[in-house]
Each structure stands twice: as structure tokens, then as C-alpha cells.
């Protein structure tokens, strides 16, 4: 299939970009704006959206930029994740989104998909957003009203939904640093390699401090405090405060049980880790 008709914007500033955003919310809303594409196009192939606009900020000089400073790794809203996932400084400062990035998709899409674009799209499916969470990340978003930080906690709000307004952009993304001593693990089972994960834990252990977000078991990524629990009880504690949910790909009782395994298994990697 063929993409409904829509209005093509190619801006060249971020300022513009707001203008042209606040334009269309003032004609009626539902501008799209597009990065790297991966999941909003083949939405708009398949006519499972239908915006009247498209935004293209590919042209938008200074988003396309990895900075790794004292207190994380930013990443611009035009980093690809093929980028990131090579970037040798960033993986030093904070290794959590590498071993996070390894399992997104396929190189083909790697290359061409955005990580912030990952974060807004807010699929709980997704890997990034699971780990902005569980570093207590933020994303900054700006529009004609001016910018702001978005905290990771604030930032999903429903399945596929977030807290971004129709007319704010997307600038960047911040990924905490690794705190000295800390140990991470990522691990994820999908039916095939660069499958959609039936379920995915990273899990960050610092000092006595352990903590697990999920993947594909609840609508929003979840992160969960494990602090104290016993080894043995850890899935089972983990579940306590997840909604497993059920579809096509594999039942509530089977997420529930690899939330069980996941957990124990990544916990203990972290552990080694740290």
C-alpha cells in the first residue's frame, strides 16, 4: 500500500521546525514528524496512520550528535543507533545502551533508526526506553513556547504514548553515567533474532542497590525496586509489581515465567558485573 496523501515540511533549524509544528496544530493537529522512519513509516505504508503533515528535521543542523560528558552520554534526536551502538566513549561512560542497542532489530535498521526516535515512539516493546528508565534519563523537547526536560518517569504515559505535546520536538536525550562500582546486564528472548522481545530485563546493581526494568511484559516500560529481595524470590517479587499481557506473540503465563528466569539470570550478571 501507498501512504495517504499528506503536507511534506523539510526544516532547516529547530525554530523552524517548532513554527511549522505549531502551524499545523493550529490547522487542526496530528503532524508526524519524521527522523528515522523505522516505525512510522511503514505505519503510514500500511495506513495505520494518517497524518496530514510530515516534519522532516533530517536537514536540522546539530542533532546528529553524540556527547559524552562527566554526567552521561547525550544523544541528539538525529543519532542513529548503528552511531551509538559504536561510539567506544559512550559505551565507556555508560555500557547499559550498547548492551541494550546490540539487541535492537537488524543492522539494515540500526542504521537508519533514530535512539531518540525510539523514546518518543514509547513502544514498551522497545529496548531504549526501558533503560531511560532505569538510568533515570530525561529527554529534552523544545517548541515555540520554549524547551524543557522531560524526566524519564514523566515521559510514558500510556502504550505507545507519551507526555510530549502534538507541537514539541524532540532535541536530545540524556543517559546517566555508570556510577563508580556499578555493574549492568541486559538480556531479552524474542521468537527470532531482531524480533519484537517476548520479554526484556536490564538491571542496574549499585552497592546494595538493585533494580530491574522490563520490556514487553506491561504497557509502559516498569522498573522495579529488587533492593534486598532474595535470590530466589526475585522474579516472583518482580512480578508483584508488573501486569503481564498477553497477545499473539506469547501468553500473560509465559511472559510471567520469563519475567522469572530473565530476572534471576541478569540480576546475577550485574552482580558479576559490578
Same mark, same amino acid.
Given at each position: 500500500?501507498?501512504?495517504?496523501?499528506?503536507?511534506?515540511?523539510?526544516?532547516? %533549524?529547530?525554530?523552524?521546525?517548532?513554527? #511549522?509544528?505549531? +502551524?499545523?496544530?493550529? /490547522?487542526?493537529?496530528g503532524a508526524k514528524v519524521l527522523a528515522g522512519g523505522q516505525s512510522l513509516v511503514p505505519l503510514l505504508s500500511m495506513r495505520?496512520? =494518517?497524518?496530514?503533515? &510530515? $516534519?522532516?528535521?533530517?536537514? $536540522?543542523?546539530?542533532?546528529?550528535?553524540?556527547?559524552?560528558?562527566?554526567?552521561?552520554v547525550y544523544v541528539?534526536?538525529? $543519532?542513529?543507533? +548503528?552511531?551509538?551502538?559504536? =561510539?567506544?566513549?559512550?559505551?565507556?561512560? /555508560?555500557?547499559?545502551?550498547?548492551?541494550?542497542? *546490540?539487541?535492537?532489530?537488524?543492522? %539494515?535498521?540500526?542504521?537508519?533508526?533514530?535512539?531518540?526516535? =525510539?523514546l518518543v515512539h514509547a513502544d514498551s516493546a522497545a529496548e531504549l526506553?526501558?533503560? &531511560? +528508565? &532505569?538510568?533515570?534519563?530525561s529527554l529534552d523537547v523544545g517548541s515555540v513556547r520554549g524547551t524543557r526536560t522531560v524526566p524519564a518517569e514523566e515521559l510514558f504515559v500510556g502504550p505507545l504514548e507519551s507526555s510530549l505535546a502534538?507541537?514539541? &520536538?524532540?532535541?536530545? +536525550? #540524556?543517559?546517566?553515567?555508570?556510577? !563508580?562500582?556499578?555493574?549492568?546486564?541486559?538480556?531479552?528472548?524474542?521468537?527470532?533474532?531482531?524480533?519484537?522481545a517476548m520479554c526484556g530485563v536490564a538491571v542496574l546493581v549499585h552497592g546494595d542497590i538493585v533494580k530491574a526494568a522490563y520490556l514487553s511484559v506491561s504497557d509502559v516500560p516498569t522498573v522495579v525496586d529488587l533492593t534486598g529481595v532474595p535470590d530466589e524470590d526475585l522474579g516472583d517479587v518482580a512480578l508483584q509489581q508488573l501486569d503481564p499481557v498477553g497477545d499473539i506473540h506469547? %501468553?500473560?503465563?509465559?511472559? *510471567? /515465567?520469563? !519475567?522469572?528466569v530473565l530476572t534471576t539470570r541478569v540480576v546475577r550478571q550485574a552482580r558479576e558485573a559490578a
Open positions: 500500500m501507498k501512504p495517504a496523501p499528506f503536507r511534506y515540511h523539510r526544516p532547516a %533549524t529547530p525554530a523552524e521546525a517548532w513554527e #511549522l509544528l505549531a +502551524a499545523e496544530e493550529r /490547522q487542526g493537529g495505520l496512520a =494518517s497524518p496530514p503533515a &510530515l $516534519v522532516d528535521i533530517n536537514a $536540522v543542523a546539530g542533532l546528529d550528535a553524540i556527547e559524552v560528558r562527566d554526567d552521561g541528539g534526536a538525529l $543519532v542513529r543507533h +548503528a552511531a551509538l551502538l559504536a =561510539s567506544v566513549d559512550a559505551r565507556h561512560v /555508560q555500557p547499559l545502551v550498547a548492551e541494550a542497542l *546490540a539487541h535492537v532489530a537488524h543492522p %539494515t535498521i540500526r542504521n537508519r533508526g533514530t535512539s531518540v526516535g =525510539s526506553p526501558a533503560v &531511560l +528508565a &532505569l538510568l533515570g534519563g502534538p507541537d514539541e &520536538l524532540a532535541l536530545g +536525550a #540524556l543517559f546517566p553515567a555508570l556510577p !563508580v562500582g556499578a555493574g549492568i546486564a541486559f538480556d531479552e528472548v524474542a521468537r527470532r533474532h531482531g524480533d519484537y506469547a %501468553t500473560a503465563e509465559y511472559r *510471567a /515465567q520469563l !519475567v522469572r
